[in-house]
Structure formats: structure tokens, C-alpha cells
């Protein structure tokens, strides 16, 4: 009954149009309507607020002593992606699919750190939005490769995409709420690809767990960008991967922008830095066009928690980076670690510096690696750089990337079965 629930709730919300439309709403009265669901699920947004709390105090008083952002340690967050309609599909549709997730990881990675290439845009409206600051939230997807879950067939070395699953099919005892989560794959950031009916594009929890395998969920043809994969082909204007952006915004306990879309009344999304906004904008309005609810400010349309078109939402601001780094500081010890090809003991073998930097760094190795591979890619997944070392004796090896552009981009060194992963900044 649960799931004809949802279904219907879903269906009548919005008619089919081209507008964008998310499913949270609707998916969060199915987890709080659930006694057991909706107990685990204010414990841990109270866990959230303390720790909100702090972080925000934090922020002010090092905002106040002039102290600017410290750099942490990137956050490696392990991703699973499932494809549960893929049941015939044939090895050249699978290694598609495969590549398909990575794509959609790679705009990802560029969402949440502020490098996809259009977020140059805010420059040149920065000034109508007085106190409004661009957040990167300083975190890597990967897609998993060890550990994989028991029964799935898959095996180290393996990346974590699955087809024809019973993830979210009724018939498994593991999943829960309308089987929108499997406790098979908790650990993982889960994201689920498959069709969806009655016009909505995705849903996500309002604070997701991956204790309890909590998935994001997406529409075939609103995933990743490109020409896509058959039976999963990005359909504009909804084409270049941002409704991801904007439910896995859920996932981490962000509200749209416009609160409950029903007037400049006491609703609102809670941060500071998110002009209060009464009503969604759909489509592509100019930026700075829309009237927000106090007089002389504007609608936040490029906002990925907006609903705008895929090619007009373009960034996270300041405050929602604050509020997914203290659910992130909530939940990251529930995402396994051991999963990803980096172990967590093998994150300290070598250091770059310096960082930020010109082009040209260092890698300072804490022992000899006689042999070793350097790879740099850049945020869209692009190699530019690949190196193999061999009969090594140096701590230290030079890497010039030359003429390459700015931005931000990954260094993996490979050695003996390990792989290690850095964040390097290019300016």
C-alpha cells in the first residue's frame, strides 16, 4: 500500500510537462509516516542541529578573527550505482552504463567543489546578490571498487555498478519505505536509474542515511549528460546532469530554495545567504530577473536547489556549503571506507606540494616506491597527464602539467595494489 502511496502522491503532484519537478516532499511523508523510520530519522537531524550549531559558531568566530577557510582533508565519499531495468542488458550496453555512471560522477565532483565551467557566470551578477558567497564543499565521489556487498557478483577491482538488482524491488527483504533504500548496500552513496513515472525527474530522502542504504533516486533520462546509453538517455533541458546535483542537495539535508512553494509566507529554507523565496522558477530566466520575497532582492535562480533548467543552475552558495558539511560531519563515518581502492592507510604515503600551485608540484613519498604510475585527471575525468616510474630510488618526484589550465584536479599514484588518490589545486 505504502508504494501505490508514493506513486500516486508523485503522479498527481505535477502533470506531465517540461517542467522539473523532485519527488522529496512526497518521499519524506512515506518515511515520517513510518513509526520506526521517522524515530531514526529525527535522531539523527538532531544530531545534525548540534553539530550545525557548532560548525556555525565556528565559522563566525574565525569569521570575525579574519581567519580564513582552513583546508581539510578531501572527503572520499563511495558510490553504488544501480540499474535495476538493466536485466538483458548485453556486455557493450553495460560497459555504456558504466561509463554513463562515471560521467554523472565527474559533473558531481564539479558541482560540489565549484570548478564546472559555468560557474563563471556568477562574476557577472555577484553584485545583486550583497552577502551571497559561492560554497565548495571540498568532497571526491568515487565509484567503489573492494568490499563489494555479498551476493551481488561483483569482485574486487570491480567498479560498483549494478544491472537487473533487486535494489528497491518489493520482493527484497532488505529494503524498507516502499523499498526506496536496501540495508544490502548500506555504506554507500547509493544512486538508482530507472523510469519514473507520472513527470517526476528524482527524490531523495531530506537527510539520507547510509547506515540504512538510503539511494537517490533518478529518472533514466535525467541522469548524467551525454548521448547516453539505450534505454538511458539524457533528455534536455534536463540533460547535463544537475537533477543529480540537486537530489543528492537533498540527500544531504539542503530544502529547495523556494521552502514549500506556497508564498512569502514563514517558509523558507533556513540559510541566510538564500534570498527567502516564495514560489520555484522553472524554465531559464535571465539571473537576477525574479523578484524575491523582500523588496530589492532576487530569486536565486541559478541555484541548484532551485528548478530551472539543467543549463541555468550553477552553484551552491556559502551557508548551504555549512549545512552539508555538518550532515556530512553526522553521517561520513557511515559511508565504508574500505570499499574504495584507497584505504584509509594508504591516504598518507605521500603528500603534494605546493598546493594550491602554478602547474607544477611535488610528490613527497614517506618511503622509496621503486615502481610506480602518476595519473592527473581534471574534474570532467579528463587525463592529462600519465607517467610510469620504474627503479625508483627518490622521495620526490617533480610533476609539471605545462600549459595546463585552472582548476582543480586529481593525482593518483598506483603502487604495489594500492591506489592513492590527492586533491591538487591549479590557479
Known amino acids: 500500500m505504502k508504494i501505490k502511496l508514493l506513486i500516486v502522491a508523485l503522479i498527481s503532484q505535477v502533470a506531465i510537462s517540461q517542467h522539473r519537478s523532485c519527488g522529496m516532499k512526497e518521499y519524506m511523508q512515506q518515511i515520517m509516516s513510518d513509526p520506526q523510520a521517522r524515530e531514526q ?121 549494478t544491472f537487473g538488482t533487486d535494489f528497491l524491488n518489493a520482493g527484497n527483504v532488505n529494503c524498507t519505505n516502499g523499498c526506496n533504500d536496501d540495508t544490502t548496500w548500506a555504506g554507500y552513496m547509493n544512486f538508482v536509474v530507472k523510469n519514473i513515472t507520472g513527470g517526476i525527474l528524482g527524490f531523495s530522502p531530506l537527510g539520507g542515511s547510509p547506515n540504512g542504504g538510503h539511494a537517490v533516486v533518478m529518472d533514466n533520462n535525467a541522469f548524467a549528460s551525454g548521448a547516453g546509453c539505450t534505454g538511458y538517455v539524457p533528455g534536455a533541458p534536463y540533460n547535463l546532469g544537475r537533477t543529480v546535483t540537486h537530489e543528492l542537495g537533498h540527500f544531504f539535508n539542503l530544502d529547495h530554495t523556494f521552502a514549500n512553494d506556497n508564498g512569502c509566507g514563514s517558509d523558507d529554507d533556513g540559510i541566510a545567504d538564500t534570498p527567502k523565496t516564495g514560489y520555484a522558477t522553472y524554465d531559464c530566466p535571465a539571473d537576477g530577473s525574479v523578484a524575491g520575497c523582500v523588496p530589492g532582492e532576487f530569486a536565486l535562480t541559478m541555484n541548484y536547489m532551485d528548478y530551472v533548467n539543467d543549463a541555468c543552475m550553477y552553484m551552491f552558495t556559502e551557508g548551504q556549503r555549512l549545512v552539508m558539511l555538518s550532515y556530512l560531519n553526522v553521517i561520513k563515518t557511515q559511508y565504508n571506507s574500505n570499499t574504495l581502492s584507497t584505504p584509509e592507510v594508504a591516504k598518507s604515503r605521500f603528500s603534494v606540494y605546493p598546493n594550491p600551485n602554478k602547474g607544477s608540484f611535488s610528490i613527497q613519498f614517506e618511503e622509496v616506491l621503486s615502481d610506480f604510475s602518476v595519473q592527473v585527471v581534471d574534474q570532467s575525468g579528463r587525463v592529462v597527464l600519465e607517467n610510469d616510474y620504474a627503479a625508483n630510488n627518490n622521495m620526490v618526484q617533480t610533476i609539471d602539467l605545462n600549459t595546463t589550465a585552472t582548476g582543480v584536479y586529481f593525482v593518483t599514484v598506483k603502487s604495489d595494489n594500492s591506489v592513492t588518490t590527492k586533491k591538487v589545486i591549479v590557479q
Open 41 to 161: 530519522y529525527l535522531k539523527q537531524q538532531e544530531l545534525f542541529k548540534a553539530e550545525y550549531q557548532r560548525v556555525m559558531a565556528e565559522y563566525k568566530a574565525n569569521k570575525a578573527a579574519g581567519i580564513k577557510r582552513t583546508t581539510n582533508a578531501t572527503l572520499r565519499i563511495p558510490v553504488a550505482v544501480h540499474y535495476p531495468s538493466a536485466t538483458t542488458a548485453t556486455a557493450a550496453v553495460k560497459t555504456c552504463l558504466r561509463n554513463f555512471a562515471q560521467n554523472q560522477i565527474n559533473i558531481l565532483n564539479a558541482d560540489y567543489n565549484a570548478t564546472n565551467a559555468d560557474i563563471s557566470n556568477w562574476a557577472g551578477v555577484s553584485d545583486l546578490y550583497p552577502g551571497t558567497q559561492v560554497g565548495d564543499l571540498d568532497v571526491e565521489f568515487v565509484l567503489a571498487t573492494q568490499n563489494h556487498p555479498a551476493g551481488t557478483g561483483l569482485v574486487n577491482g570491480e567498479v560498483a555498478v
